[in-house]
């Protein structure tokens, strides 16, 4: 069984684009997203992309696509943080149809001994960070089944041995940390490999900033020079 799991894709089209076509060249037997989806620049662009996929991959909902789904079944009559403002605006990028998909994806994933969650098996928008004291991850997945946890969020690539469990975070597709490029995970039968894939990060920066998004010039500014520590 070879997969390839791909999270936090943030609303980036053309990164999407590039790791799509090498797992093309993969011949994987799966592709799972691992959530966060939407929330970014380009959400039209990733999610009519992806819709076209819903039947082929499977999804695991991250923070960001629950947090949009309750804005959008609930309306804010302000809002008032950035988080909010982006929502807004991609609800409004989106079809009812699209949205209503976005609040239909799993809390979780298993593939034999492989769990896939998006934060933590607890919840989606718990953080297990590159630097998180053993003791403290040890709590979050003390409950869990599988002997290898596959995560994002945090949008840093990691594998730590923590207890008797291997917790590997694929990295962010769209948002990257510590990276130059497209940050994946592709899944051999027992091996687990963290890859990064190039793109044009200033074409993109420049698509970006020609777009009506909220805050472009954070995102394009994020996607030319990417943070050390992530979100």
């Known amino acids: 069984m070879k997969i390839a799991a791909i999270y936090d894709l943030h609303g980036n089209f053309r990164a ?5 076509q090498e797992i093309e060249k993969e011949n994987v ?10 929330w970014g620049p380009q959400p039209k662009q990733v999610v009519d992309h992806l819709f076209a996929k819903k039947d082929d991959y499977i999804f695991v909902m991250g923070n960001s696509d629950r947090e949009i789904y309750e804005q959008y079944k609930s309306p804010r009559l302000a809002v008032d943080t950035m988080v909010e403002e982006v929502n807004q605006w991609c609800i409004e990028q989106l079809t009812d149809e699209q ?21 933590s098996p607890r919840s989606d928008s718990e953080a297990i960070r590159i630097d998180t004291p053993a003791k403290e991850v040890e709590q979050m997945i ?22 008797s469990k291997s917790v590997i975070n694929a990295g962010s597709v769209g948002l990257q940390s510590r990276a130059t490029g497209a940050c994946w995970l ?27 998004a909220p805050y472009k010039e954070d995102f394009a500014e994020h996607v030319t020079n990417p943070p050390y520590q992530g979100p």
């Open 16 to 20: 999407l684009e590039a790791v799509l």
């Open 29 to 38: 037997d799966k592709v799972i997203v691992g959530g966060d989806v939407a």
């Open 99 to 119: 949205l209503e998909w976005l609040g239909s994806f799993k809390s979780s994933h298993v593939e034999e001994d492989v769990l896939f969650v998006h934060g």
């Open 142 to 163: 003390s409950n869990t089944k599988q002997s290898i946890i596959v995560c994002g969020h945090t949008h840093i690539q990691f594998k730590r041995q923590i207890a």
């Open 186 to 212: 592709c899944i051999d039968t027992t091996e687990y490999d963290l890859r990064m894939t190039e793109y044009d990060v200033d074409h993109v920066a420049k698509e970006i900033l020609r777009g009506n």
